[in-house]
């Protein structure tokens, strides 16, 4: 039954991508949910998972050569893209100064079919604020039917999964879903609607996502979903009321009531949290991941001809640093990628945050484009308040995407936005001037 209904995904992601090509952007946020379905079920899956992410890969290249003529990367356009194109190709240019036990030219390479699919090709596949909404309301009906199934059909044995082939093994620590049930969540909420059908598969799927999430035992995917709600619903208004503030503070009780339920349920989360008692830090990782961010930091310091430049790219793999990564990423930028890293990737970061929460193109935009906007910026919001505890600059290839697809929406449904190049809103505008005169 498992099996089967992997296949009948795959083969929904392939129609679908087949039907237009901006669902392979669809395809791509489900790709690693998608992924542990199959090794629940599948032992090859299980064994072989890179090829099922290859295959969701081979779909977003076939629709990227299924683009119409004159089609590009969009690099000047979008600055916020091409500042994350220049932070990647740094990334990669780094490798060559990094320690050689680190292996950082080949972790990279291993993840750069990634980097490429979200950050130059998964953009460039929406070509309509009509795709946007085309897109995220496959993720609420398709993803949202891959949460439901995987809050109520797999066993769970504490954080782990338990396969179908061998029940003596487990599939651990599965931290996919819970982020993965974060961003359905974030998607379905803040672009609810107050049809009736909508509105009550929006509650199902949003409760269902948190309710996998406590059984995956994730914290971060709970509270940075909560944190995310509360911070981009006010996205979903042109305009600031009194009415709308009472919202807010009605977010923020809905908010505090959820975690306050998750917590007090006897649950995997809740359990995970009461067993810490009073090593609260320790038992949680807190204490060990600061502790490796201190040691990273440590030997930068050690080394002030790294400081502007950095010590390379997964310097932190390296033998004399952590054999790993320290799971905090505006640090491990700072080591690795030096100052100017830094000031590259936080520049990339400030200019869609300040597009977001300043200016007047907001108030331009329809109904459904300010959903489809407060739904992106939430998971490129939620994406970046996960890398800060847990993750790597080089694995961070959904945080460029979703940065990407914030970007593009928001210019897509400006008045001047649009797929249009210069000289054809030059034309469109010469037309409307002769039928007015």
Known sequence: MGAAVFGIYALIFSALSIRHVSYAVLAVIC???????????????????????LFVLALVALAWFRLPAGASFEFVQYPTRTLLMFFVGYIF???????????????????????????????????????FTRVLDAVTWVGGSLVILFAFVPDFEGRSLLVEYDLAE???????????????????????????????????????????????????????????????????????????????????????????IVIKTENTLSVRMDASGDNFGDELGTIHRVDAAQVILDKWLEQPSSMVFGMGSSASWSRSMLSGYSHVI????????????????????????????????????????????????????????????????????????????????LRLSSPLGGIFSKRTRKRKMTKVLKRSV
């Open 31 to 53: 790709m690693f949910a998608f992924e542990q379905w199959g090794g629940i079920y599948i032992s090859f899956v299980a064994v072989n998972g890179t090829l099922v992410n």
């Open 330 to 409: 505006p640090i491990e930028i700072l080591v690795e990628l030096g100052l100017f890293g830094l000031v590259l990737f936080s520049t990339a970061m400030l200019t869609l945050f300040l597009r977001a929460f300043t200016g007047s193109t907001r108030r331009t935009m329809s109904e459904e484009s300010i959903r489809n906007f407060s739904a992106l910026f939430g998971c490129f919001l939620f994406t970046n308040l996960l890398y800060l505890k847990q993750g790597s600059t080089i694995f961070a290839f959904d945080l460029f995407m979703y940065a990407a697809l914030t970007e593009k929406c």
């Open 170 to 260: 487990t599939l651990t620590l599965p931290l996919a879903l819970g982020d993965f049930a974060g961003l359905v969540a974030l998607v379905t909420f803040l672009r609810i609607r107050t049809k009736l059908v909508i509105l009550l598969w929006s509650l199902i799927v949003t409760c269902c996502a948190l309710y996998l999430i406590t059984k995956t035992g994730s914290r971060g995917p709970l509270f940075f979903s909560l944190i995310t709600i509360v911070v981009c619903f006010p996205l979903r208004w042109k305009n600031f009321s009194l009415n709308r503030l009472f919202a807010i503070l009605f977010m923020l009780l809905l908010a505090a009531v959820a975690a306050f």
């Open 93 to 131: 240019l780094s490798t060559t100064w990094a320690p050689l036990d680190a292996n950082a030219s080949a972790r990279f390479l291993n993840e750069f079919h990634y980097i490429v699919a979200g950050l130059f090709i998964a953009p460039v596949l929406i070509r309509s604020s009509a795709d």
